[in-house]
């Protein structure tokens, strides 16, 4: 059980660090005038491609397609809410607010999904831990506490509805991972990683068009380089991270606290956007509230993976 929920922990850091790259090409296409719905439609509609080719090499996208004519509500509903509209929210929140606060914002998905458990489970998985509770409001703490340094000389009003849009998006993305891998499990239907992100993928293309025609009609065409840097996020993001997560999700099981433990390690993309942006765009390190606030992330997720490991108990606490 220890070495599941290490290597599950392992694999959710290293897919934070994939999925990171989507948010600092979000950034970059920004800072160079790039249409936010091109930026929020792109992700997607080149991963498609790149996907099915991948599964119909390995002879598993026949069984895909035959769940997504089992149950298309499912993919339809939460593809659109929690890829479309999850992405396009953080995609148009970073033309308001530098992209480390919309992560720091985002990545409050950690108390999210906790606080979202008793509305989408009936099992023991619904029951919101007082330990786990503590932990995730201590991440969020650290999140904003590693970025005091950083919010003087940021416009209010724009940071404001910023926050407020990667907030939402935070509850969107484990709202819709967890009622599909619940669907799936009340079905008895059995996708790997890359399936489940194809499935979604083909599940917001709704929403995605509409990004799309909405982009040209704002500002016609995508550059070059937006379709250039928008590939390197599919690849890094959208197949590399989208899998990586899916599977370390998929092996913490209906352990509640692994589940927990794998959905705080996306944490750690503020600090993967900030790296980058430092790279990218010459962004200075906060200084001594992120090294705190770094520190103690790091504590408090080991703490996360201590309990995690520990039989389950009929304690709340």
């Not at 650290?142 to 005091?148: A, G, K, P, R």
Request: charged share 10%; hydrophobic share 55%; net charge positive.
């Amino acid at each position: 059980m220890q070495s599941t929920i290490v290597r599950s922990s392992l694999l959710g850091i290293l897919s934070t660090l994939f999925l990171s790259t989507g948010l600092i090409v979000n950034s970059l296409n920004t800072f160079h005038g790039a249409h936010w719905a091109w930026t929020a439609s792109l992700r997607f509609l080149l991963l498609l491609p790149v996907l099915t080719a991948l599964l119909l090499l390995r002879g598993k996208l026949g069984p895909l397609l035959s769940t997504l004519r089992r149950m298309p509500g499912t993919f339809l509903l939460w593809g659109n809410l929690c890829f479309g509209g999850y992405y396009a929210l953080l995609s148009y929140a970073i033309r308001l607010a530098p992209g480390w606060l919309v992560t720091a914002g985002f990545m409050t998905t950690v108390l999210a999904g906790l606080l979202l458990s008793p509305f989408i489970y009936r099992d023991h998985r619904a029951v919101i831990s007082k330990k786990a509770l503590l932990l995730s409001v201590l991440l969020v703490v650290c999140l904003f506490t590693l970025q005091l340094g950083r919010i003087e000389g940021v416009a209010l009003s724009h940071m404001g509805l910023g926050i407020a849009l990667s907030l939402v998006a935070a509850f969107l993305w484990p709202l819709g991972n967890r009622k599909l891998l619940l669907a799936l499990e009340n079905e008895h239907v059995q996708l790997d990683p890359m399936q489940r992100v194809l499935g979604m993928t083909i599940g917001s293309l709704p929403m995605l068009i509409a990004l799309s025609v909405w982009g040209y009609l704002s500002s016609g065409a995508p550059t070059t380089m937006q379709l250039e840097s928008s590939f390197v996020a599919v690849l890094f993001s959208g197949v590399l991270g989208g899998v990586l997560f899916y599977k370390a999700m998929q092996m913490a099981g209906q352990n509640k606290m692994a589940l927990l433990t794998v959905e705080a390690t996306q944490i750690f993309g503020v600090l993967f956007t900030l790296l980058g942006e430092m790279l990218f765009k010459g962004v200075p390190w906060p200084g001594l509230y992120a090294t705190i606030g770094f520190s103690a992330m790091f504590g408090v997720l080991i703490i996360y993976m201590v309990l995690a490991s520990r039989p389950a108990k009929n304690s709340v606490w």
